[in-house]
């Protein structure tokens, strides 16, 4: 059964196809269309726009190519590596291995209660319905049941990959007798480096088809702290080994060390970015440019125009400057958030299969010669 979202994006493409089927000389821009390519000559605003798609095209290739051939590298490792990988597999799925995942979500809904007591004292934007609330909290159990156990398993394998090919140019193994000070350095540059990988597939998700994916996240109209693990199930197939597989190869792991990376990357990044969501009027002033806050995020998760594509990073924000896509809010800045034009999935239904019903809307488009809009209203061949 068709639902109103359905029906709502069957209803854009065929008005975008009727309109096109009229004339090729429109007056005004069709939504959802692609203009001709040649057109871009006629306009210097045009022809920019039309260069800029060509860069972020070459660039999307580049980096979708890559992590293809690096997802088939660790595949082949594992599959050599079946037995040993299946042994701690078991282990991370033994009694303790479990108890420490409930300890880990426990952890994590602790902490939203507490962001959640703050949100109401010291709100930056409005407050989630008790439905929107539950509704977050449901696609937040269909993508918890999968991330924990992907970020171990990917960490291991892309420990063995690191292992059999001699990779890594900076150790970062685990010995017995390290110091507190160099656990902590090597935890540093793990992190560093895991958010500089971060950043990349982030923005990746938002300038390629994988944005139909990552949407369903940035519908949210009441950002709070329960909207961190409002993601697809697709997320944590995805940007774990985006980052895992750059770090097997950049630093060595064994795959012990991979693991225990893996594990900690999620329940890390979870607490952070549950922190960046919450709706709270939190912002670090001058020091903006160097980590993330709650009104940084927000201005990533803004629906306004000057707002798109910016602040990517997912902690430390000088990777935004570094890259061009650092925005400093100002004080008192504190944007509404959603994606424009568009309005919030209501049932559990329509958010876990959203992206499939987006890809095959756009499969469509394709095949019809058309385009499909992006976050930006550029449209994506």
């Known amino acids: 059964m068709l639902t109103e979202i359905d ?11 009727k309109a096109m089927s009229k004339t090729h000389n429109t007056a005004a821009p069709i939504p959802l269309c692609a203009s001709d390519p040649n057109d871009s000559a006629a306009s210097p605003i045009g022809a920019t726009v039309h260069g800029r798609r ?25 599959v050599f590596h079946m037995t040993t990988i299946t042994r701690h597999i078991a ?33 930056a934007g409005p407050m989630p319905t008790i439905r929107t609330w539950l509704l977050n909290f449901k696609i ?4 918890v049941i999968v991330t924990p156990f992907v970020g171990v398993l990917l960490g291991i394998c892309a420990g063995y990959v690191s292992q059999i090919f001699n990779l890594g140019l900076i150790n970062i193994r685990f010995p017995e007798h390290w110091s507190v000070a160099g656990a902590v350095t090597a935890y540093f540059i793990w992190a560093f480096a895991s958010d500089f990988f971060y950043y990349w597939f982030h923005r990746f998700q938002h300038e390629s088809f994988f944005w139909h994916q990552h949407k369903l996240h940035h519908l949210d109209e009441t950002l709070c702290a ?8 697709l997320e ?95 004080r008192d ?29 756009r499969l469509c488009a394709w095949r019809r010669g058309r385009a499909y809009a992006m976050p930006n209203g550029e449209p994506l061949n």
């Open 226 to 233: 329960i909207t961190t693990g409002r993601n697809h199930w």
């Open 236 to 330: 944590g197939l995805l940007y774990i080994p985006a980052r895992l597989i750059p770090l097997a190869i950049l630093i060595k792991l064994d795959p012990a060390s991979g693991g225990i990376i893996g594990g900690v990357i999620t329940f890390f990044e979870s607490n952070w970015r549950m922190f960046n969501h919450s709706n709270i009027r939190i912002g670090f002033g001058c020091m903006s440019w160097l980590l993330t806050s709650p009104q940084m995020h927000r201005v990533h998760h803004s629906r306004l125009p000057e707002h798109q594509n910016k602040n990517y990073a997912s902690v430390f924000s000088i990777l935004d400057v570094l890259f061009g896509t650092y925005y400093h809010p100002r």
């Open 54 to 78: 060509n860069i972020r095209t070459y660039w999307v290739v580049i980096y979708g190519g890559l992590l293809v051939l690096l997802l088939i590298g660790m595949a082949v490792a594992a």
């Open 7 to 17: 029906l709502l994006l069957c209803l854009e493409y065929v008005d975008c196809e």
């Open 140 to 143: 937040y159990m269909a993508f």
């Open 91 to 123: 282990h991370a799925g033994s009694h303790s291995g479990v108890k420490k995942l409930l300890i880990s979500q426990a952890t994590f809904l602790g902490l939203i209660g507490a962001l959640f007591l703050a949100e109401r004292r010291y709100p």
């Open 333 to 361: 800045e504190f944007p509404p958030t959603g994606v424009p034009g568009e309005r919030d999935v209501r049932t559990i239904s329509e958010a876990l299969t959203l992206p499939f019903r987006e890809w095959w809307l």
